[in-house]
């Protein structure tokens, strides 16, 4: 953990990270708020992990009230909520909804999940790092007390990230960085990242905390 006027970094590494097993195939925790939190008691206020499915058929677990935002990184997924609406998701496309949605899959693959309380918005932008590529972090939120969460996951290689001159850092794929910015930075964000060789895709999750959110 580094700890800095107005924000905060944490590092997750993958080995660090818990895998579960569940009907369709295999999920892995990488993050979860507050972090003492559990996600089988369903006291979290978010929680970010990443799913391999294996099953060709599989339907996902009931989760009323939270909403949910899912990626596809790998292979191609349908996705059928029943009497809403119907998603494909290639490589990086994603859908939004409901947790408490009866929601069927078709297609294996791997999958990246944000799962949302009351109180809570996110957003995930997938970035293709060829060599090097910089952000302009734009900071969100309805108050200058609220705090945000910024989270670079490198999907399928390595990448050098960096910003400004208080962090930089080597994430290893499979790796999750959480950025935590506290109201509103004096100084502007920039993300930097940088790789040699083959590209990486890295998907950077914005958390932010909605008009009357908890901390």
């Not at 992990?49 to 596809?72: D, K, N």
């Not at 990184?73 to 496309?93: I, W, Y």
């Not at 670079?152 to 050098?160: K, S, T, Y």
């Amino acid at each position: 953990m580094i700890d800095s006027m107005g924000f905060s970094v944490k590092m997750i590494r993958q080995e660090d990270q818990k895998t579960a097993s569940w009907s369709g195939g295999a999920t892995t925790q990488m993050a979860i708020y507050p972090e003492d939190a559990s996600y089988e008691q369903r006291n979290f206020d978010w929680r970010i992990s990443r799913a391999a499915i294996h099953a060709e058929e599989s339907v996902f677990t009931s989760l009323p009230g939270y909403r949910r935002l899912l990626m596809a990184t790998q292979g191609e997924f349908v996705l059928e909520h029943e009497q809403q609406h119907t998603a494909v998701l290639k490589p990086f496309d994603q859908d939004r909804f409901d947790g408490a949605w009866t929601t069927r899959c078709r297609g294996k693959g791997n999958d990246l999940n944000v799962m949302l309380g009351p109180g809570y918005s996110a957003d995930m932008l997938p970035v293709l790092v060829r060599d090097c590529y910089r952000e302009d972090v734009q900071r969100s939120g309805p108050a200058a007390d609220t705090v945000s969460y910024e989270c670079i996951h490198p999907v399928d290689g390595d990448v050098e990230f960096s910003s400004g001159s208080d962090l930089s850092v080597v994430l290893r794929q499979g790796d999750l960085l959480i950025y935590k910015i506290n109201g509103w930075p004096e100084k502007p964000i920039v993300f930097r990242y940088a790789k040699a060789g083959a590209p990486v895709h890295v998907v950077r999750i914005t958390i932010c905390q909605e008009a009357g959110g908890s901390k």
